[in-house]
């Protein structure tokens, strides 16, 4: 979510040692009335994003019946008060995580993260190797998602069936092809840059 | 200079596997007995460890995950962001990695049997019982539930991930016939 709120403009290495200090503080909370006031804060910063910020909140949906599941689980072996400090909990960390990932971009989280994978140079894997592949997956993501969505088309063009796992034979082999392919392309154009600034 | 080739071959390899399992995660999830749907995701990890083989099989996951943490809706659903690394199935994520290793270091040493066995057995062990461990282990940690629940919980997915098994090891066959080169776990 691109925008230019405070919470955007603070730095993204600030906002991952936070969620990371968050999270540990509240691990040992054990009265749920505690956490209540975390959680209207957490909500409270969903609103400083401007217009449309609350509705972000949504983005939890998916965790949702997992966590009621796990509520009344933990309300009938442990009490309610168990139940509710940790579904309290969990929504916290999901909410200020996705809070996290809204308001910076890939970019910004990448060079945040990119100094504390310096050490990895002394087990033989440069940190330009690293941004190369990243940038391989992020090229290679839509051409595999544009392929599988045609054959699952065909598929149902042909009538398809249960058995749709089958797809995946064609599509390991077409992505082996692809692969085979970019790294001849890589070697011939004298292998991966060896320029780590972008 | 050979070996500079194959080297940014492995590197294509592992950010290739890593688009592939987040492009599984585009078929439909099946509906299965529990009424817990399955997705063909954690089918790519198995497969990504049985394919390149134990570290390299690792390594895509590793990326994958990264890239999802970067803040990038790669996983089934459209999930994705640092949420993934706090939620109840946390441990699924990170075992992910771990169950791509074991699945390719256990079908390497099965050299002996047909593929698809080997490939079967090294995807129980990976993406069954190592994968399982890190999962619950998760789920104990944060939801502060005991092992034997937290276990009861998790039951619930394994009869999707046991038909994942079966399926790796046939697909394992059916590319290893078509392109026997590109299968890192059998010595050709």
Same mark, same amino acid.
């Given at each position: 979510?691109?925008?230019?709120?405070?919470?955007?403009?603070?730095?993204?290495?600030?906002?991952?040692?936070?969620?990371?200090?968050?999270? #540990?503080?509240?691990?040992?909370?054990?009265?749920?009335?505690?956490?209540?006031?975390?959680?209207?804060?957490?909500?409270?910063?969903?609103?400083?994003?401007? &217009?449309?910020?609350?509705?972000?909140?949504?983005?939890?949906?998916?965790?949702?019946?997992?966590?009621?599941?796990?509520?009344?689980?933990?309300?009938?072996?442990?009490?309610?008060?168990?139940?509710?400090?940790?579904?309290?909990?969990?929504?916290?960390? !999901?909410?200020?995580?996705?809070?996290?990932?809204?308001?910076?971009?890939?970019?910004?989280?990448? +060079?945040?993260?990119?100094?504390?994978?310096?050490?990895?140079?002394?087990?033989?894997?440069?940190?330009?190797?690293?941004?190369?592949?990243?940038?391989?997956?992020?090229?290679?993501?839509?051409?595999?998602?544009?392929?599988?969505?045609?054959?699952?088309?065909?598929?149902?063009?042909?009538?398809?069936?249960?058995?749709?796992?089958?797809?995946?034979?064609?599509?390991?082999?077409?992505?082996?092809?692809?692969?085979?392919?970019?790294?001849?392309?890589?070697?011939?154009?004298?292998? #991966? &840059?060896?320029?780590?600034?972008? | 200079?050979?070996?500079?080739?194959?080297?940014?071959?492995?590197?294509?390899?592992?950010?290739?596997?890593?688009?592939?399992? +987040?492009?599984?995660?585009?078929?439909?999830?099946?509906?299965?007995?529990?009424?817990?749907? #399955?997705?063909?995701?954690?089918?790519?990890?198995?497969?990504?460890?049985?394919?390149?083989?134990?570290?390299?099989?690792?390594?895509?996951?590793?990326?994958?995950?990264?890239?999802?943490?970067?803040?990038?809706?790669?996983?089934?659903?459209?999930?994705?962001?640092?949420?993934?690394?706090?939620?109840?199935?946390?441990?699924?994520?990170?075992?992910?990695?771990?169950?791509?290793?074991?699945?390719?270091? !256990?079908?390497?040493?099965?050299?002996?049997?047909?593929?698809? !066995?080997? +490939?079967?057995?090294?995807?129980?062990?990976?993406?069954?019982?190592?994968?399982?461990?890190?999962?619950?282990?998760?789920?104990?940690?944060?939801?502060?539930?005991?092992?034997?629940?937290?276990?009861?919980?998790?039951?619930?997915? #394994?009869?999707?991930?046991?038909?994942?098994?079966?399926?790796?090891?046939?697909?394992?066959?059916?590319?290893?016939?078509?392109? &026997?080169? +590109?299968?890192?776990?059998?010595?050709?």
């Amino acid at each position: 979510m691109a925008g230019r709120s405070p919470l955007h403009r603070l730095p993204a290495g600030v906002k991952l040692a936070a969620l990371m200090a968050i999270s #540990i503080a509240l691990y040992p909370v054990d009265q749920p009335l505690w956490l209540l006031p975390v959680l209207l804060l957490t909500i409270a910063g969903y609103a400083t994003l401007g &217009p449309g910020g609350l509705q972000r909140l949504t983005l939890v949906k998916p965790v949702l019946p997992f966590l009621l599941l796990i509520l009344v689980f933990q309300t009938w072996t442990q009490g309610w008060a168990a139940g509710l400090v940790m579904l309290q909990r969990i929504l916290v960390m !999901v909410l200020l995580a996705n809070l996290v990932t809204l308001t910076t971009s890939m970019d910004a989280m990448m +060079a945040a993260v990119m100094p504390l994978l310096r050490p990895l140079r002394w087990v033989g894997v440069a940190p330009h190797r690293i941004a190369f592949a990243v940038a391989l997956l992020v090229r290679f993501v839509p051409v595999l998602m544009a392929l599988t969505a045609s054959l699952l088309e065909a598929w149902r063009a042909r009538g398809g069936g249960r058995r749709q796992w089958r797809l995946a034979v064609p599509l390991l082999i077409n992505a082996i092809r692809l692969s085979d392919h970019v790294a001849e392309a890589l070697a011939a154009r004298g292998g #991966i &840059p060896n320029d780590s600034t972008h | 200079m050979k070996e500079h080739a194959l080297k940014e071959q492995g590197l294509v390899q592992i950010a290739l596997y890593a688009a592939l399992i +987040a492009a599984l995660g585009l078929i439909p999830p099946v509906p299965f007995l529990s009424g817990i749907p #399955i997705t063909a995701q954690s089918l790519g990890v198995m497969l990504a460890g049985v394919m390149l083989g134990p570290l390299r099989g690792f390594l895509a996951v590793v990326l994958l995950l990264f890239v999802v943490a970067l803040g990038a809706p790669l996983l089934a659903g459209g999930r994705g962001g640092l949420a993934v690394f706090v939620g109840p199935t946390a441990g699924f994520a990170i075992g992910w990695a771990f169950a791509a290793l074991a699945t390719g270091w !256990v079908t390497q040493q099965l050299q002996r049997l047909n593929l698809a !066995v080997a +490939a079967g057995i090294g995807a129980f062990v990976g993406g069954i019982l190592v994968l399982y461990v890190f999962g619950i282990l998760g789920f104990m940690l944060i939801t502060d539930n005991g092992l034997l629940r937290s276990t009861q919980i998790m039951m619930v997915y #394994i009869p999707g991930d046991l038909v994942k098994v079966v399926i790796t090891g046939l697909v394992a066959q059916a590319v290893y016939k078509g392109l &026997p080169g +590109a299968v890192a776990t059998r010595v050709v």
